[in-house]
């Protein structure tokens, strides 16, 4: 039996792995999957596999290439869910703030530096036009710490999932003007590469269990009312997102994705040239 240390977001993208964990699929194939929620996202994520709290984690394309290509010593070893992600853009509920031109100059909070929503943000802007050096950020943690940050002024907008942040438009804590949506598939799994070179086959393994889970869960017709349970979400707005979302049930590569999220942060000046040369040597 191995034990491996994973990391994601307590987030209904997850649902196959918490499964496939309590229903003890890895262990009867000799993993020991330790799952600890990383409310603090993929920032936190880089973070902990970095200082080696962490041995795999599931998390956003973006932000787990570009650590990556700024050295992080990691690989991808594949795309968990193919559709990309909504992130809801949230003003403070009692702002005069109607639209995306009312935020120029305004500050974003944001969960960490590296983020999906510090990356976003900056996607955001560059659509509109804006220029993104002039960008402003307040760090916050997690998703509690930006409505905290919205309802206090300290910033103006948060970028997060729409889904998830839903309950809390409705309990007026904030208040969704409009979305940006990933241009590539939102996430992906990675591994440190110590423990890439010596658990590959238990790996492969690990991925093709999530993605049968995935599977069986995708055409469960009870799936809707177990995810609105778990997490606390509507029925309705559950069946939107399933509508929307696809995992990765065979384990297929998607290089066209890490290509258009290379393409998009060396053009917000995110990356520098230099760090995406040779970039599917560096990534796989």
């Not at 930006?146 to 103006?156: C, I, K, R, V």
């Not at 086959?201 to 999530?210: A, F, H, W």
Request: proline residues 4%; negative net charge.
């Amino acid at each position: 039996m191995i034990g491996l240390k994973i990391g994601g977001v307590p987030e209904h993208f997850n649902l196959p792995w918490r499964m496939a964990i309590e229903e003890g699929k890895f262990r009867a194939e000799g993993i020991q999957l330790h799952w600890s929620d990383m409310g603090g996202g993929t920032g936190q994520m880089i973070r902990g596999l970095e200082n080696k709290t962490l041995d795999v984690a599931v998390l956003l394309t973006e932000g787990i290439t570009k650590a990556i290509l700024q050295g992080l010593d990691a690989k991808i070893i594949q795309v968990y869910v193919t559709t990309p992600l909504r992130w809801g853009i949230h003003v403070p509920y009692k702002s005069d703030i109607d639209n995306v031109d009312d935020l120029k100059g305004k500050t974003f909070a944001i969960s960490r530096e590296g983020s999906g929503s510090h990356l976003m943000a900056y996607v955001r802007a560059s659509q509109e036009g804006w220029d993104t050096s002039e960008l402003k950020f307040n760090v916050i943690g997690d998703v509690y710490g930006g409505l905290w940050a919205l309802e206090n002024n300290e910033a103006q907008a948060f970028l997060w999932e729409k889904y998830t942040t839903h309950p809390y438009t409705e309990q007026k804590k904030c208040r969704y003007i409009d979305e940006v949506v990933t241009p590539w598939p939102c996430f992906v799994i990675a591994v440190r590469n110590e423990v890439y070179e010596k658990y590959q086959p238990e790996l492969r393994k690990m991925c093709e269990i999530v993605n049968q889970k995935a599977q069986t869960l995708k055409k469960n017709e009870n799936v809707a009312d177990l995810i609105s349970w778990r997490y606390n979400l509507r029925h309705g707005q559950v069946q939107n997102w399933l509508n929307e979302t696809e995992w990765n049930y065979d384990g297929i590569e998607y290089p066209l994705a890490f290509e258009k999220a290379i393409s998009y942060l060396t053009k917000l000046n995110l990356l520098k040239p230099e760090d995406a040369e040779n970039w599917r040597a560096k990534l796989f």
